[in-house]
T-cell receptor
Framework: GAVVSQHPSRVICKSGTSVKIECRSL??????MFWYRQFPKKSLMLMAT?????????EQGVEKDKFLINHASLTLSTLTVTSAHPEDSSFYIC????????????FGPGTRLLVL | QQPVQSPQAVILREGEDAVINCSSS?????VHWYRQKHGEAPVFLMI?????EQKGHEKISASFNEKKQQSSLYLTASQLSYSGTYFC???????????FGKGTRLSVIA
């Protein structure tokens, strides 16, 4: 199956700093990448949809200036949490969709962010 | 619109069967099933696109009803490795982001 990597897997940072999370599709070209956030024992909440070479589409309630998304190529998307605060602590998961009309989303292993 | 999953949680003994349901108030384009273990990302199980479709994956299979408003995931002769949270993700149209249900926590005990 398709493989999606995410880096880093865990990060601890101080309040006020910025954190960048990378999402890569390793063996396929991803036309679209998605960023989700998940709280403990909760469902996956879509934050934004990212298409290569264009601006990301953010879901209602997600701050564009706080969660910067860049989709530089068909295999790489990055999420930067700017000026992180403790309430941004969460499990962030990216997923990628391959070209084709009957493709599912393949998830990366996730990044656990803890803001102190 | 978030699909509704039921039950919220289920406990099985090894070898028992379970059914997890995912329903929507509107016709869906597709249903995707995932299993997530604690601390890990969701793992894709299967996708259903056509009304009336049934698919199997070893002892795990799923159906998508004719009206395309409900899907069920069937787990037969459950194994300890089946434990986890099962999510259905739905699309209202092609190539749109998946919207996930709240999940069904399945625990298989010896």
């Amino acid at each position: 199956g398709a493989v999606v990597s995410q880096h880093p897997s865990r990060v601890i940072c101080k309040s006020g700093t910025s954190v960048k999370i990378e999402c890569r599709s390793l063996d396929f070209q991803a036309t679209t990448m998605f960023w989700y956030r998940q709280f403990p024992k909760k469902s996956l909440m879509l934050m934004a949809t990212s298409n290569e070479g264009s601006k990301a589409t953010y879901e209602q309630g997600v701050e564009k200036d706080k969660f910067l998304i860049n989709h530089a190529s068909l295999t790489l998307s990055t999420l930067t949490v700017t000026s992180a605060h403790p309430e941004d602590s969460s499990f962030y998961i990216c997923s990628a969709r391959a070209r084709g009309i009957q493709e599912t989303q393949y998830f990366g292993p996730g990044t656990r962010l803890l803001v102190l | 619109q978030q699909p509704v999953q039921s039950p919220q949680a289920v406990i099985l003994r090894e070898g028992e069967d379970a059914v997890i349901n995912c329903s929507s108030s509107k016709a869906l384009y597709s249903v995707h099933w995932y299993r997530q273990k604690h601390g890990e990302a969701p793992v894709f199980l299967m996708i259903l696109l056509k009304g009336g479709e049934q698919k199997g994956h070893e002892k795990i299979s799923a159906s998508f009803n004719e009206k395309k408003q409900q899907s069920s995931l069937y787990l037969t002769a459950s194994q300890l490795s089946y434990s986890g949270t099962y999510f259905c993700g739905t699309e209202n149209a092609g190539n749109t982001p998946l919207v996930f249900g709240k999940g069904t926590r399945l625990s298989v005990i010896a």
